[in-house]
T-cell receptor, first 112, second 112 residues
Framework: AQSVSQHNHHVILSEAASLELGCNYS??????LFWYVQYPGQHLQLLLKYFSGDPLVKGIKGFEAEFIKSKFSFNLRKPSVQWSDTAEYFC??????????FGTGTLLAVQP | NAGVMQNPRHLVRRRGQEARLRCSPMKGHSHVYWYRQLPEEGLKFMVYLQKENIIDESGMPKERFSAEFPKEGPSILRIQQVVRGDSAAYFC??????????FGPGTRLTVT
C-alpha cells in the first residue's frame, strides 16, 4: 500500500537554525512529490513539488527539497529558519488517480 | 482568481443529524478532491470527482457518506446520521489537471 512517513512530529528550533524534515514514501510507480505548509489558522499551501528532472527542487520562502530515489526520500530543508516559519508541514505523494497521500505532519515551532 | 471556497467554515451537528459540506473549486478547475483530517492525524483522501462523475471513492466510508459534483454548482460532501467519530476537519482541493491541487480553508465539523 502507498504510504508516507514523516519521522519528526514536533520540532523546536531557534531563529537562524537550519532545518531538515524527513519524508519517506512507499510507492512502486512513478511518483510526484509535494511539501505543503499550514500556517496557524490558514489552509494548506504548496511549498514545492517534484515531478521530474533535477532532483533538487527550490520552493517558496527559501525552502528546498531533494528527491533521492534510491532512498525513497524527499526531505525538506531550509538553511536559516525564521519565526514566521512556525507552521505544520506535510509531505505528500501523488498516488493512483492522483489522490494525495499525506504523512502525519511535522509541527515546527521557531523560537525568536 | 478566487481560491477554493468552502462553507460553512464551522458546522455543529447533533448525533443523528445530516451534515452538508460545500466546496466551490477555483475557476476553470474541473477536478475536486475531498480529504478528512482527524485529530492528531494527517489528511486522508476520501473521494475524487470530476463534473458529474465520481472517479475514485476508495477513501469514503461505505455507509452514510456520499459526494457529488454537479454540472452546475459546488461539490457537496454529505454525511447522514452523523456520529461523534465524524468530528474532523474536511478539506476540499481542486485542480485544473491531474497534478497540482489547491486547497480550501476546510470545514470543521463538530458532532455533539
Amino acid at each position: 500500500a502507498q504510504s508516507v512517513s514523516q519521522h519528526n512530529h514536533h520540532v523546536i528550533l531557534s531563529e537562524a537554525a537550519s532545518l531538515e524534515l524527513g519524508c519517506n514514501y512507499s510507492y512502486g510507480g512513478t511518483v510526484n512529490l509535494f511539501w505543503y505548509v499550514q500556517y496557524p489558522g490558514q489552509h494548506l499551501q504548496l511549498l514545492l513539488k517534484y515531478f521530474s528532472g533535477d532532483p533538487l527542487v527550490k520552493g517558496i520562502k527559501g525552502f528546498e527539497a531533494e528527491f533521492i530515489k534510491s532512498k525513497f526520500s524527499f526531505n525538506l530543508r531550509k538553511p536559516s529558519v525564521q519565526w514566521s516559519d512556525t507552521a505544520e508541514y506535510f509531505c505528500a505523494v501523488n498516488g493512483a488517480t492522483n489522490k494525495l497521500i499525506f504523512g502525519t505532519g511535522t509541527l515546527l515551532a521557531v523560537q525568536p | 482568481n478566487a481560491g477554493v471556497m468552502q462553507n460553512p467554515r464551522h458546522l455543529v451537528r447533533r448525533r443523528g443529524q445530516e451534515a452538508r459540506l460545500r466546496c466551490s473549486p477555483m475557476k476553470g478547475h474541473s477536478h475536486v478532491y475531498w480529504y478528512r483530517q482527524l485529530p492528531e492525524e494527517g489528511l486522508k483522501f476520501m473521494v475524487y470527482l470530476q463534473k458529474e462523475n465520481i472517479i475514485d471513492e476508495s477513501g469514503m466510508p461505505k455507509e452514510r457518506f456520499s459526494a457529488e459534483f454537479p454540472k452546475e454548482g459546488p461539490s457537496i460532501l454529505r454525511i447522514q446520521q452523523v456520529v461523534r467519530g465524524d468530528s474532523a476537519a474536511y478539506f476540499c482541493a481542486s485542480s485544473p489537471d491531474t497534478y497540482e491541487q489547491y486547497f480550501g480553508p476546510g470545514t470543521r465539523l463538530t458532532v455533539t
